[in-house]
């Protein structure tokens, strides 16, 4: 299928049918019958059905207008149709419990009007309280995660060399120029060596969030900024972006590779390889001029040195291991974001967050920095990693 047919198709399905019939759902079976006074129905009634507009109404007026003085009305929308996104899916999965647990009633007894009424307020203080707390998580920004990562290649050069890692920001209609501030801030008081960056910073053209990506050329690390395209580049113009991040002192590893040295005693310099690869997606995208190829970004390095991979999505890691990859640093899952939501996420993506090892390779996947679509997240808060690299020469045992 066509990029441009698939995003009309998703649309279509995910942000009108399936949000119409969801809402159409919670209407049915918990607001009409048992809990909305009869009185109040047609103000519930035209509450909701507004609701279910602002999800595709939203993004697209956000996506038309935003750089207009209409921007803040549009996202205002944008945020209300994502919120919606994110209590119907609870809903729907109280609804769901619900009727199960009133059927099994229905085994004994027929339930009566008044304990109908018990199990829906029941079910909605449920999801009530699940999305406030998704809710609060968002608002508490993201979290820094150390974590120290043992490469056996690593040289005593290198040791302590850390990489902060961020990946899924989703700069966009839900969160925009002061959550990039926020962001930078975190990173910039880490004082990392590396700062990585693995896709999916923005879901907007660069007429929308010039702005709110502007911060980021603030954005210092002793060896620079590294980034890779996510699958999002390439719905809002891929080159376009690699452009603009390169203007704002971003290195963008598009199938290349940086090497860092550091000095050794009597001896030649000790080397540590950071490659990266365009996202997957860019391989559907021929307008974008990317192809996403591993050969080309591991190309003349020694097999002694050791190399650190960027790559948006870690189902590319089997190729990494192949290849000989020390280490992976990857995104794309957002650790499932919406439990219990990750059970399918893990399906399509079984290393699905934290670090991974097989045989000499290893992979570190972000739950991400933001997030996408209903602004909450559920048993997978956003994070900031520093991955200090470790020498095993230097190892002390316990």
């Known amino acids: 299928m066509h ?19 969801g809402t159409y759902l919670l209407y049915a079976r918990w607001l009409k019958p048992p809990l909305c006074p009869f009185g109040a129905k047609p103000l519930v009634r035209a509450l909701l059905w507004a609701l279910w507009l602002m999800v595709p109404l939203g993004p ?5 207008l935003n750089h207009s003085w209409l921007g803040p009305l549009t996202s205002l929308m944008s945020w209300l149709g994502y919120f919606w996104l994110g209590i119907l899916f609870y809903a729907t999965l109280a609804i769901g419990l619900s009727a199960v647990a009133l059927w099994l009633l229905r085994l004994f007894r027929p339930p009566s009007l008044r304990l109908r009424q018990r199990v829906a307020a029941l079910g909605a203080l449920a999801v009530a309280g699940i999305c406030s707390h998704g809710l609060w998580v968002v608002a508490q920004g993201p979290q820094v995660l150390e974590r120290e990562v043992v490469l056996q290649k690593l040289s005593p050069a290198f040791e302590g060399f850390s990489v902060a890692l961020i990946s899924d920001i989703h700069l966009g209609p839900t969160q ?38 502007a911060p980021f ?47 050794l005693a009597e001896a030649a310099p000790a080397r540590l390889v950071f490659a990266g690869v365009h996202d997957l997606f860019a391989n559907r995208t021929p307008s974008s001029g990317h192809q996403s190829n591993l050969g ?63 045989g000499a390779s290893q992979l570190y996947v972000s739950s991400g920095t933001g997030q996408w679509g209903p602004p909450l997240r559920v048993g997978a808060p956003p994070e900031i990693t520093l991955l200090r690299l470790r020498a095993p020469a230097l190892l002390t045992p316990r």
């Open 217 to 263: 050329k603030n954005l210092r690390a002793k060896h620079g900024v590294l980034f890779v395209t996510g699958n999002h580049e390439y719905f809002m113009g891929a080159a376009q972006w690699v452009e603009h991040l390169e203007g704002l002192g971003f290195r963008v590893l598009g199938n290349a590779s940086v090497e860092i040295e550091r000095p």
């Open 3 to 21: 990029p441009s047919l698939g995003s009309l198709v998703f649309f279509i399905v995910a942000m009108c049918l399936i949000p119409g019939l």
């Open 296 to 358: 080309a970004a591991l190309a003349n390095r020694e097999a002694h040195t050791p190399v650190v991979l960027l790559s948006h999505q870690p189902n590319l890691w089997k190729e990494a291991q192949a290849a000989g990859v020390d280490l992976m640093l990857s995104g794309h899952t957002h650790g499932g974001q919406l439990w219990p939501f990750h059970h399918m996420v893990q399906r399509l993506n079984p290393t699905l967050k934290g670090l991974y090892r097989e």
């Open 60 to 64: 697209t007026s956000w996506h038309m």
């Open 176 to 213: 925009g120029r002061r959550f990039s501030e926020r962001v930078v801030a975190q990173l910039n008081a880490l004082e990392a060596d590396v700062v990585a960056i693995v896709g999916d910073l923005v879901d907007g053209s660069v007429k929308n969030l010039a702005h709110a990506v």
